[in-house]
């Protein structure tokens, strides 16, 4: 094989390799949710959305500061293990903790942004601040 004919296949290779890379990030697409946070409710505009990128924009419109957790679990929202002493649901003992934001990023009128990229399967989106859980903040979340 001559000099060139192995350079043009080595530049085609190359080419084609950036052309797919491209391709598959341009193709990437990310799911909103955008999410409301209020004395004591979470209100996400999906419930359901398919697996991959997901951004959870929250939005605090009550006058306490809240948080978000994302937890991927079998358990329904409201069934949660809870801890009667601190006031909280058992996070760790239902699931994994997939992502949060902190109630410091989202204190009232405030918004803050959280992007996981989530597999199939059924997730809790909560706020897990002393009473709010056993008070109703907290929601069923689908990923198909």
């Known amino acids: 094989m001559s000099f060139l004919m ?3 296949m080595f530049l085609t290779a190359v080419a084609s390799t950036l052309w797919f890379a491209c391709r598959r990030q341009a193709g990437e697409t990310i799911t909103t949710v955008n999410v ?3 004395e004591y409710f979470i209100k996400p505009d999906k419930t359901e959305v398919p697996a991959g990128k997901v951004r959870f924009v929250a939005k605090n419109t009550g006058q306490l500061e809240h948080e978000l957790i994302v937890l991927k679990t079998d358990l329904p929202a409201h069934q949660l ?3 009667q002493a601190e006031q909280k649901a058992e996070e760790e003992q239902a699931g994994e903790i997939l992502g949060e934001i902190e109630p410091d990023e989202l204190p009232p009128g405030k918004s803050a ?3 996981l990229d989530l597999i199939s399967g059924h997730y ?3 706020c897990n601040l002393p009473e709010h859980y056993k008070n ?3 929601i069923d979340f689908r990923v198909r």
């Open 81 to 83: 293990p809870y801890k």
């Open 124 to 126: 809790v989106l909560l």
């Open 36 to 38: 409301e946070l209020g």
């Open 6 to 8: 192995t350079r043009r």
């Open 136 to 138: 109703g903040m907290h």
């Open 113 to 115: 942004e959280l992007t």
